[in-house]
């Protein structure tokens, strides 16, 4: 009987602050996590994400972290922190630490670049080069063709399409799956597409067509199911020509264009249009969260700018004026980064000003980061500013 009673109350040394320790640990979890909903609009996780990834790079002393091949043709993109570089050679991916992650030899003598998810490509816009490599697999396609290349377009999951031409034909577009294999050829004889785009999935291709109508010029966004051997939709965008087209993402599609920007469903339905006002467009983004970065100059020559952030609805969310000559802008995620000959400044989507950093030396170029970092770009040089 006393051996029972003597089990009953038997506990273990410190199990009771052990178990005190643990309700205070789990309230300070369950606070923290109140606070972070709470105060979720005014606290900034990506300075969290940068202080983590960045710990040894001072915002001061930010060094030269990647070295390239200086040519003026260069154009670059972000590929999910790392830096991609199309050249009149070819194709190269760098890491933060300036380490060659791909290389792609081809000869683009009008380089031009597009990332997609962890894909990068480059093309030669009226050449026979295109190339694409994965962040970490290297080149998964390299292709020459026999008739100069229009235009090319990469999906964030690895899909690729492009236009060119074919005797007999205005034009034909290629369209490459996921795992980049061609599935679909579209032969147009009556019709010339110079832009195209691709949604993820390879299922819808979206090409611009110039024609007429009643004797005036005309712009028209084709829909092309890759499944299929008509034409899924036709939407005219006018009298207006077409700079650029892109699905932002798999429901929006944005047509840039020489006095305005239009918004599309994926289907072809219209959601916004955006005008300029008499202005000139001198450069655009597409690597916003959401929204298109453009940037206007009242006169084709002379330094009276305006960069505009613009929604899917076509209003303006952030607008900002300088007579500084603007060299570059680039947007990613919540961020815009304008490098002007004197500085180079980073705002949110509204066009507030996030970051600021006087001393750009020699830059000429600027990629901007979704984690609110950039990378400013001259003389073969990449140099990391971390706010």
């Known amino acids: 009987m006393s051996d029972n009673v003597s089990k009953l109350n038997t506990k273990r040394p410190g199990s009771v602050a052990k178990r005190v320790a643990a309700f205070a640990l789990l309230a300070v979890l369950v606070c923290a996590l109140v606070a972070l909903y709470v105060f979720r609009d005014s ?11 960045y710990l040894d790079v001072k915002n001061q002393n930010a060094s030269e972290r990647i070295t390239f091949d200086a040519h003026s043709a260069n154009q670059y993109a972000d590929l999910h922190g790392a830096l991609a570089i199309a050249s009149v050679s070819g194709l190269r991916v760098y890491s933060d630490k300036g380490d060659e992650q791909a290389a792609v030899l081809a000869s683009l003598a009008a380089p031009q670049i597009d990332c997609g998810g962890k894909y990068a490509m480059a093309y030669d816009a009226g050449g026979y080069g295109l190339v694409a490599a994965h962040a970490s697999k290297g080149e998964v396609l390299n292709i020459s063709t026999t008739e100069p290349i229009f235009d090319a377009d990469i999906a964030p999951d690895g899909s690729i399409c492009y236009v060119s031409t074919e005797s007999g034909y205005k034009t034909v577009a290629y369209v490459y799956n996921e795992r980049q294999q061609m599935i679909y050829r579209w032969l147009s004889s009556s019709q010339f597409l110079p832009l195209c785009t691709v ?189």
């Open 199 to 387: 949604k993820s999935g390879a299922k819808t291709l979206a090409c611009v067509s110039l024609g007429q109508s009643g004797g005036i010029y005309e712009s028209s966004v084709v829909l092309l199911k890759t499944d299929s051997d008509q034409i899924e939709k036709t939407v005219s965008l006018g009298n207006e020509l077409i700079y650029d087209l892109e699905f932002t993402d798999n429901d929006t599609l944005c047509a840039v264009g020489e006095n305005s920007i239009s918004y599309l469903t994926s289907s072809g339905e219209r959601m916004g249009k955006y005008d300029y006002d008499d202005a000139y467009l001198k450069d655009f983004s597409f690597g916003g969260s959401g929204f298109l970065t453009l940037t206007l100059n009242m006169y084709k020559a002379g330094n009276r700018y305006r960069v505009v952030t613009v929604g899917t609805d076509g209003e303006e969310i952030g607008s900002l004026s300088t007579d500084a000559q603007i060299l570059d802008v680039s947007a990613a995620g919540a961020y815009v980064a304008v490098l002007t000959a004197k500085n180079l400044t980073i705002y949110n989507a509204a066009l507030e000003q996030y970051a600021e950093q006087e001393n750009t030396g020699s830059a000429t170029n600027v990629v901007m980061r979704d984690d609110g970092s950039a990378i400013l770009l001259g003389s073969g040089q990449g140099t990391l500013f971390v706010p």
């Open 43 to 53: 606290l900034n996780l990506d300075a969290v994400r940068r202080f983590v990834r």
